[in-house]
């Protein structure tokens, strides 16, 4: 997928809030063909993310299930997005018409509900809970275009709370062993990073929000977690990939 023009590209890590929360992972869902919002919240936290997005992407304002907490809701990618059932005829067809047409939207009837704690996928793989039921694992190979695999982080089932990856990199709950590490960063294929978010909180998945060009975590965050974020989601390395390959055109263009 290519990059937005580098000139509008977030340079860092944006740290920012939802109403009282830092949870923003909580209120939102971001990939790199759309974000969602939740509908009736926080004028500031609209303005951080549009500030940055709504040039490249869609910034969808929405509820779920009647519900703010989307972000713990809803999964996907940029081929796809997985809503739960409970999910209403009025939601699905605002989100269906708002989204880019390439992007597949389906409704999952899962127990397991709150989908986004337990499927995390980038554009390539999907993690999910061990759990999940088999006919929602083929739904979400289908609709994401993704490898499913079944795991645990840390021993923790909720896949999607204490994982958090993009297609350039990750981050696990802190207390992942290294070599469970290293078997998921192979399953992956991305590198990833034992970490927290907002001083110390081991819910990566509810604590931020990351595509392959822009990152917001909650306003906790301190600048020690933002430097590991910014550093292992290559933050600045895809503004400043992009200037290279824009400087390389150039001095072609030059010496032809």
């Not at 294929?189 to 907002?198: F, M, R």
């Not at 604590?207 to 020690?224: I, P, Q, Y």
Request: charged share 20%; proline share 5%; glycine share 6%.
């Amino acid at each position: 997928l290519p990059l937005p023009p580098p000139s509008r590209l977030p340079t860092m890590a944006v740290r920012c809030q939802f109403e009282n929360s830092h949870e923003i992972g909580v209120f939102a869902t971001l990939t790199n063909t759309y974000c969602l919002v939740a509908q009736s919240g926080s004028e500031s936290f609209y303005a951080t993310l549009e500030s940055d997005l709504a040039d490249h992407i869609p910034v969808i304002h929405t509820s779920i299930a009647g519900v703010r907490i989307i972000g713990r809701l809803a999964a996907g990618n940029a081929h796809g997005l997985l809503l739960p059932n409970a999910t209403t005829d009025q939601e699905l067809l605002h989100v269906r018409n708002s989204l880019p047409d390439k992007v597949e939207v389906r409704r999952v009837d899962e127990r397991l509900s709150a989908l986004a704690n337990v499927i995390s996928a980038n554009d390539y793989v999907a993690v999910v809970h061990n759990d999940l039921d088999p006919e929602t694992e083929q739904i979400i190979a289908d609709t994401l275009n993704v490898d499913v695999f079944r795991t645990t982080i840390a021993n923790q089932p909720l896949v999607g709370s204490y994982l958090n990856f993009s297609n350039l990199g990750g981050i696990v709950h802190p207390m992942t062993p290294v070599d469970e590490q290293d078997e998921l960063s192979a399953l992956l294929q991305v590198p990833l990073v034992a970490a927290t978010v907002n001083r110390g909180s081991t819910l990566v998945g509810a604590g931020m929000v990351v595509n392959d060009w822009a990152a917001f975590c909650g306003l906790s965050t301190t600048s020690t977690e933002i430097k590991v974020i910014e550093s292992i989601f290559r933050v600045n390395d895809a503004k400043a990939s992009v200037l290279v390959d824009e400087m390389r055109g150039t001095l072609i263009d030059e010496m032809t």
